[in-house]
C-alpha cells in the first residue's frame, strides 16, 4: 500500500506546494543569511519603506472603503463557479456520452445564462 | 502508509495552526486570508480519504467561492480596521462552541468507522474517486439507477443526464433564481424623489443610480 498509484499522481501537488512555500522562504532566510555575514548592506530610508505600487504614490492608509458594486461581480462569480461543479463530471465523461448530454449541458448554461443576461441587462456590470 | 501519516500530520498541523489564527488573529482581513488556508488543508484530507471530487468542491467551492465572499465582506465592511474587537457575545459563543464540540466528538465516537452497514458504505462510494467515471453496480442499485450499469463505466455525469436529469435542470434554475435574487438585493436603490428634486449634485454622484430608477418602472 506504500505509495500506490492513486497517491502517485498527487505526487506532483506535493512537489508544487514543497516549491511554492521553499521558494520564498529561502529567498527571506538568503536574505537574512546575507545580513549576517555582511554581504547585505544595510541603509534604511523613508524613500524605501513606501508602499510599491506601480510606481504611483500610494494614497490614504492601508484600509479605504471598496466600492459596494464590486459584490455584484462575487455573487456572479460564485453562482458560475458552482456552475463548473456541475461541468466537471461531464467534461470527464465528455467522450463517452451521446448527443443528448451535450443538449442537456447546454440547457443547463442557457439557463445560468438567463442571469447573466439579466445581470447585463440591469446594468449591474456597469460602473455607474 | 507512512506517506500518507506524513502528509495527514503536515494538513493537520496547517489545518489546526491556520484554525487558531482565524480565531486569535485581530486583523480580519488576515483571519480571512487563514480561513482560506483552513479550507485548502480539509480538501487535502479529502485527498487522503480518495475522494477527489469533494475535493475539487472543496477547493471550487469553499476555497474559490465562499473566501471570495468573506473577503468581500470584509473589504466592504466599514472600521474594518478596529478589527475584532472582544464584545458581549463572548461567553455565549463560547458555549456555543463548546456545544458544537461537543456533539461533533459524540458522533465521531459513536459512528463505528470501521463496520458501516452495506449501504451506507455504498453511499460513501459515491463521492470517491471512481465515482467520477466509474461506480459499482451495486451503488447505482442504492441509487435507484440500477438500469444505467452498461458495460462501460457509469459516473456521475452518466447519473446526471441520465435518471437524474430532471434534478440537473432544476438546479440551473435555483441557481438562476439564486443570482437574480442576490443581484436584486445587491443592488443600489434608485435615489427617492424629492432628494433627487432638491438636490442635483448627489444626482450626479452616482449615474447608476439613475439608471437602476428608470428599470424599476
Not at chain 1, 498509484?5 to 543569511?33: E, K, N, T
Not at chain 1, 458594486?69 to 458560475?80: K, N
Not at chain 1, 443528448?100 to 449541458?105: D, G, H, K, R, V
Not at chain 2, 471570495?68 to 472600521?79: C, G, K
Amino acid at each position: 500500500m506504500f505509495l500506490d498509484d492513486y497517491f502517485r499522481q498527487y505526487g506532483l501537488v506535493a512537489i508544487f506546494c514543497v516549491v511554492a512555500v521553499a521558494v520564498p522562504v529561502s529567498m527571506m532566510l538568503m536574505s537574512w543569511g546575507m545580513s549576517r555575514v555582511g554581504l547585505r548592506p544595510r541603509a534604511p530610508s523613508a524613500v524605501k519603506a513606501e508602499t510599491y505600487e506601480c510606481g504611483m504614490e500610494a494614497i490614504g492608509g492601508k484600509w479605504n472603503l471598496f466600492n459596494f458594486r464590486y459584490y455584484m461581480f462575487a455573487i456572479l462569480f460564485v453562482i458560475f463557479d458552482v456552475e463548473v461543479i456541475f461541468l466537471y463530471p461531464w467534461a470527464t465523461k465528455f467522450l463517452s456520452l451521446e448527443l443528448f448530454a451535450l443538449i442537456e449541458m447546454a440547457v443547463f448554461v442557457g439557463i445560468l445564462l438567463i442571469g447573466w443576461a439579466y445581470a447585463w441587462r440591469k446594468r449591474d456590470l456597469e460602473w455607474g | 502508509m507512512l506517506f500518507q501519516d506524513v502528509v495527514f500530520w503536515l494538513l493537520t498541523v496547517v489545518a489546526v495552526g491556520s484554525a487558531l489564527g482565524v480565531v486569535l488573529i485581530r486583523d480580519l482581513f488576515r483571519a480571512a486570508l487563514l480561513l482560506v488556508a483552513v479550507f485548502v488543508a480539509v480538501g487535502g484530507y479529502f485527498v487522503l480519504l480518495n475522494a477527489e471530487f469533494l475535493a475539487v468542491v472543496q477547493v471550487l467551492i469553499y476555497a474559490g467561492a465562499i473566501s471570495v465572499l468573506i473577503i468581500f465582506a470584509v473589504m466592504l465592511t466599514r472600521d474594518v480596521q478596529q478589527g475584532n474587537p472582544p464584545n458581549r457575545l463572548q461567553i455565549p459563543a463560547v458555549a456555543l462552541a463548546a456545544l458544537l464540540l461537543a456533539a461533533l466528538v459524540t458522533v465521531a465516537v459513536d459512528t463505528q468507522w470501521s463496520f458501516l452497514p452495506e449501504g451506507e458504505r455504498q453511499s460513501v462510494e459515491l463521492v470517491q474517486t471512481a465515482a467520477v467515471s466509474d461506480i459499482s453496480p451495486e451503488t447505482l442499485e442504492q441509487a435507484g439507477a440500477a438500469g444505467e450499469s452498461a458495460a462501460q463505466g457509469v459516473g456521475l455525469a452518466d447519473l446526471l443526464i441520465g435518471r437524474f436529469v430532471l434534478p440537473f435542470e432544476a438546479v440551473s434554475v435555483l441557481l438562476l433564481a439564486a443570482l437574480i435574487g442576490a443581484l436584486a438585493l445587491v443592488r443600489p436603490r434608485p435615489a427617492p424623489q424629492d432628494a433627487r428634486a432638491s438636490g442635483a449634485e448627489s444626482a450626479s454622484e452616482s449615474a447608476g443610480a439613475g439608471a437602476a430608477g428608470s428599470e424599476a418602472d
